[in-house]
């Protein structure tokens, strides 16, 4: 994600590095690198323009004082212009109403379906609702089908009429059901073309027109860039929305709908999507995003997502464990696969200052845990309650059940040792185990 516009914007600002001083002439091709760069992730001219206009009157009215370079500086002001480009505070969603009514909106393709059931997911978990996912999308049996089964994954009920081809008292009879049912949330997930159509934007107006929904929420693909803006524009004209979903960010995108879209129809993006897993949405911070195109991290986001799969009573079991020596082989599994509930490893890898662009080229896949997993699998309950018991004929058979090579399992073994050596060391502090949490 904006990997390519990371980099030029930094090699715009290691055009100003070694400057004793913010001058007009290294201020001017410094800003103009920053334009080619915005131009290249598919932002529209007249906003490039207009963005470094702004970076430019900012470098030069700033006093630079000695502490920072006027390299720091540049990052500081793009950064702020950025922010406030994709529109500098988070907008969170209006849930007051009982039942609120969500209309999701978008091209064919655009994940809007995936988009519902995360969105519903997200209401489950973080905010304590009891949503009803609706099947609206007239034309494609298979739409209804995809979305029971995301409702099956995440435990929340979806409506839909098969033989009803009226989306509008579809949509009428869910809430009529919510309201019979309980559900306070309703995501009503409508049908898609591929590209803007009347008949479409018809019946979505129709559908908003008859159910009032408290939020219209617009997704769009951002992988396609310029074109993903001029559909927002369609869809707000008719629809006249509240919010955006960016979807796609996890793959190859430029960066210029991220950026540009706010911007052009004045909205708020509400939330991103990154990849297919449903518990990985996240609420859109332009702050943080901007912070994260500069190579700056984002370990606020990191944070929230490792709280998320926080769980108290694990935590205090594994405390224990480890103060009394017993970290085995299960609690290393455990481990595991709650820091992998995160989020792909490269994608948490991006939010550590730094080190995204370190990573970038290399190929690190979510693989790495399976070797790992397979060999632990390989191993008997009582081993991997008793690492202990791991002799020599042990590890024959349990390298090979995992089809892993003895080596493999040696090597694997080490490392698990020596971690366990770490943590007696730390239990003889006094009052080290406690300060010591692994997570
Ligand atoms: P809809 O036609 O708008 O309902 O779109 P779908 O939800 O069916 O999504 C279209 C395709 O994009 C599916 O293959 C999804 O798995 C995929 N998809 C949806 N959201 C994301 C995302 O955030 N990242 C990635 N990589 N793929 C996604």
Redesign the pocket.
Known sequence: MFESLSERLDSAFKQLKGEGRISEINVATTVKEIRRALVDADVNFKIAKEFTDRVREKAMGEKVITAISPGQLMVKIVKDELAELMGNTEVELELKANPTVILIA??????????SGKLANFLKTKKNKKPLLVAADIYRPA?ID?LKVLGGQIGVEVYSEPENKNAVQIAENAIKEAKAKGNNVVII?TA?RLAVDEVMMTEVANVKAAVAPQEILF?VDSMTGQDAVNTAKAFNERLDFSGIVL?????DTRGGAALTIKYTVQKPIKFV????KLDTLDVFYPERMAQRILGMGDITTLVERAQAQFDEEQAKKLEKKIRQNKFDFDDFKEQLQQIKKMGSIKDLLGMIPGVGKAVKDLDISDDAFKGIEALINSMTPAERANPELIDGSRRRRIAKGAGKEIQDLNQFMKQFEQMRQMMKMMNKIPGGAKGLKMR
């Open positions: 978008g091209l064919q393709g655009s994940g809007k379906t995936t988009f739409a995809q997930d898609g997704v979807t796609k960010l996890d793959g999507s990154m990849g297919e």
